[in-house]
């Protein structure tokens, strides 16, 4: 309770003030013991939003559309189709005799041109390999480098893959190979006799294909 009269404020119930001494009225006995200030509580601050339409949010979301890859592009697998057997074939034939040029003048030659008469079994024995190994960097290098060799060169022709890269040690592997199955009877060319797409076998084991070019 205040007293009016000094301002005193006391908590005890009485008619007196405990102060000043002077004397309540019983309305005033009743009277609330502290009066609250009132005080204004600040409205809470709220940001206000900015409110867009659909399609000004739109304008504003970022966008793919101006991007260099604004459509996807569908890479289309192409369908690589053998060349005709018989071009293949005349093809090789001309690469063969390349090959034996190649070794006729790199070791035959300069053999008889040195003064030799006699040929052993063993200097025969040398020539086949080193003309084996000649043919195989022959077929190696030109694959590699070219994609093609001169007798594919000549008919238009080189060999491609679906999803190998052409590096020097797969052409390696497919000329070494070829090679290999061509000892037994030339197992590797009957092979492309008898199967439908007439692919030699080397060929279909590695899945190179030799076809026109564009």
Partial sequence: MRCKKCGYVFFEETSVCPKCNSELDESEEDTILLEEEETEEPAPVFVEAERTTKDERKKTKPTTLNLPFEEETKIEKRVLIPAPIGIRAAACAIDIL????????????????????????????TWCIIFLL????????????MASTLGKIFFEIEISTYDKELSFHFC?????????????????WIYSLINEDEIPLHDALLGVFSIEKE
């Fill in 134 to 145: 000649e043919a195989i960097l022959y077929f190696s290098l030109s694959h590699y480098f």
């Fill in 98 to 125: 390349i090959v034996f040029a190649i070794s006729f003048l790199t070791v035959p030659l300069p053999y008889y041109l040195s003064g030799g008469s006699s040929v052993s079994i063993f200097e025969i024995f």
């Fill in 172 to 188: 390696l592997l497919k000329s070494i190979l070829g090679f290999i199955l061509s000892i037994p009877f030339f197992l590797t």
